[in-house]
């Protein structure tokens, strides 16, 4: 752990809670009905797309890029619904990285969002590169969770900034949840993210998100028909994906920070 208390990558023994707490945050979210789904790359072919401040984060010698389909909720610190914000489908594109300080957190190479306000928001406050789309998620009627036969289907077609050929059709089967002491090293580092990083005229900033560990459960992608990922500059997946379902958490977002910056000797130039 550094001394922001985030905890740092690159080593075994990773966790699913979170190591602080967002004390005045700037939002509240509900994150739910959110499927991860997950493919190794090879580390430079990610590298390339990430900023100078920061190094591709890996496990089992391999990136991973996430394409991460589910429905947001947004209220104010006040937990008041903002207008322009409140409820919509997103699908983000991510990977993982450790900055110079060693604080491991989410790279976001696209985030496609249903509601124009909130892109045109989150591009200006937090400089992440959302794109205005056309979203749905969907699921039988009368499905039961418990008995392990739910299944999902998230659908993505992006309008503006382009391109529009980008889009994702996403379909899955949920299983059972996982017993507490289930998941292992692989499934918190691919899921239990606490920053996020970005970049505003050159500078690295980091946001922080606090929430309860997530509650996972066992899944399995039936259908996947995405370009998002190739449309961020990478190869298109090859093979099935690891998959993980959660009903959802609540989050509370820190402000974007700037890094501190080092403390000059007096004498020196």
């Known amino acids: 752990m550094d001394t922001a208390g985030v905890v740092t990558g ?3 023994g990773y966790s699913g809670v979170c190591p602080f707490t967002v004390e005045k945050p700037v939002m509240r979210q509900r994150w739910e ?3 991860f ?4 790359y090879d580390p430079a072919a990610v590298q390339r797309l990430l900023p100078d401040s920061l190094t591709v984060d890996t496990f089992g010698g391999k990136a991973w890029v996430g394409l991460v389909p589910f429905f ?7 937990d008041h619904g903002a207008p322009w914000a409140s409820n919509f489908c997103e699908t983000n594109v991510r990977t993982y990285a450790v900055d110079r300080e060693g604080r491991a957190g989410i790279w976001f190479l696209s985030l496609d969002a249903a509601r124009f306000g909130a892109v045109a928001v989150a591009r200006a406050s937090y400089r992440l590169p959302y ?19 739910r299944e999902i289907a998230y659908s993505c077609q992006r309008r503006i900034p ?31 993210r606490w920053v996020l990083f970005s970049v505003l005229a050159g500078r690295p900033l980091f946001a922080r998100a606090e929430h309860q560990p997530w509650p996972l459960h066992h899944a399995e992608a039936l259908t996947v028909d995405d370009s998002l990922i190739a449309a961020a500059g990478l190869p298109a997946p090859e093979g ?3 998959v993980h379902y959660s009903p959802g958490v609540d989050v509370r977002i820190g402000r974007p920070e700037r890094y501190r910056e080092p403390a000059r000797i007096p004498g020196t130039a």
């Open 10 to 12: 690159g080593h075994a």
């Open 33 to 35: 009905q959110l499927t």
């Open 37 to 40: 789904l997950h493919w190794s």
């Open 72 to 78: 947001m909720r947004v209220h104010t610190p006040g």
């Open 131 to 149: 794109f205005w789309s056309s979203m749905r998620l969907t699921e039988p009627a009368g499905q039961a969770i418990s008995r392990g036969d």
């Open 162 to 192: 382009g391109p529009r050929t980008a889009t994702s059709q996403v379909r899955v089967r949920v299983g059972a949840p996982y017993t507490p002491a289930e998941p292992g090293d692989r499934d918190h580092f691919l899921t239990a």
């Open 240 to 242: 099935k994906p690891l």
